[in-house]
């Protein structure tokens, strides 16, 4: 059994800064694609940054040259360092792993419990 766990969302002004960040706990398997959604209230889930095993990255366009994400192999780790944030920001930030268990090939789809992000002056 695998769990994620989100941390770094909070409250800040417009212009300002945040750096989230998912761990995934257990053993004997291993993560593919790493991922960052978000879901404002009432609306589906956006998914706003991808990245591969290998460090290949893609962003949802609105986010382009603010958010950087990343991924720290040896800890399981997934991090989304958030820059020049508006307050079209706000919103549940969900971290999102491909994991594959040791002795299957079949992937599966985890999700960290979701940590709120909220811009505002």
């Known amino acids: 059994q695998v769990q994620l766990v989100e941390s770094g969302g909070g409250l800040v002004q417009p212009g300002g800064s945040l750096r989230l960040s998912c761990a995934a706990s257990g053993s004997r398997f291993s993560i593919n694609a790493m991922a960052w959604y978000r879901q404002h209230p009432g609306n589906e889930r956006e998914l706003v940054a991808t990245?591969?095993?290998?460090?290949?990255?893609n962003y949802v366009d609105s986010v382009k040259g603010r958010f950087t994400i990343s991924r720290d192999n040896a800890k399981n780790a997934v991090y989304l360092q958030m820059n020049r944030l508006n307050p079209e920001d706000t919103a549940v930030y969900y971290c999102n792993a491909e994991i594959r268990f040791t002795g299957w090939s079949t992937a599966f789809e985890y999700w960290g419990q979701g940590t709120q992000v909220t811009v505002s002056s």
């Open positions: 990245v591969s095993k290998d460090g290949s990255t």
